[in-house]
């Protein structure tokens, strides 16, 4: 039936396959029985393998057993649900949290629940495709923004001035280039032409601000964002992801968010894995500085080679190729030299700028680093870069 169609993917160079990792998630893996350094992963600060989160999550097994057995709604909620949304509450400076099964259904759930028809979103250009499609289901008006054009924003908004609601969506990390949304100027814009603002601080959390809560206290704006989506399998290595915000907004979305109302809750022993990370988050500054200190030893060599990783700010250093063809040599390249990094390429990002997506992690070596920098050197000797 879709064998035309799987030809046609392949011959654009855009057919995807799933390659199986063998071992734990860590700065180096095993594929196919080899070992390899693994230089596309999220998990920014190396807790995927983090003992202290497997020791939390057996315990709540032991007790609690694995499935939750039904929706939150339902019979699924447990005490460590409830203390999960309490912790990220806590760790977010805000009234309360609500806690989702991933950051896709995060995004579809809280988007379609705060705007419908007769309301407006603005959404800028590079958002993720879970707030696209949330923003598809809410059935309100959309209007695109230009990346990151403040100017625009305003524009829009004035002109939105007979919308029931108005919405404001942004990541604040943009996933496949690594740069920063500017919080402070659209938090300005919301307050001025009274808007909700919706933060999505999936690759932030963990990673930026003084206490490691993300890109909204990296900007200075605390207290000042509406909702702020953040996720608990990236920086924090677990599963999941979450709501935060005023108790209103909490309360709401539990009665209108499909995706939540509709799902089988986490597992409990996730939800104690979660806590064990925020935890770890606050206390283990050194851990967030050497990630920054890989960041900048990784990326710096980079551009003294020439190597343009376009506007990144963050851990997410992307290596722009520009064709899809020439991104997957690169790609497979880097894997016979013992590096494990994926192309990227349409839909995901525009035809003409396929890359290849590397990051950092805390738990890299200078060593990795150094064996990552020597494998980009050698493929620009071949004329690969």
Known sequence: MFEKDLAQLEQSHILRRIRIVDSSVGARVTINGREMLLLCSNDYLGLANHPALRQAAMRAMERYGFGSGASRLVSGTSPLHQALEDRIARFKGTEAALVFNSGYAANTGIIPAIAGLGDIILSDSLNHASIIDGCRLSRAEVKVYRHKDVGQVETLLKNSLNAKRKLIVTDGVFSMDGDIAPILDIVFLSEKYGAILMVDDAHGVGVLGKTGTGTVEHAGGSGRVHIQMGTLGKALGSCGAYAAGSRDLINFLINRARSFIYSTALPPSVCAASIAAIDIVEQDLERRDRLWRNRSQFINGLRSIGINTGNSETPIIPIIIGDSGRALKV??????????????????????????????????????????LDAFKRLQREGYL
């Open 331 to 372: 790609a497979q390249r880097l894997f016979e030299y013992g590096i494990y990094a994926s192309a990227i390429r349409t839909p995901t990002v525009p035809a003409d700028a396929a890359r290849i997506r590397t990051t950092v992690t805390a738990a890299h070596t200078d060593d990795d680093i150094d064996t990552a």
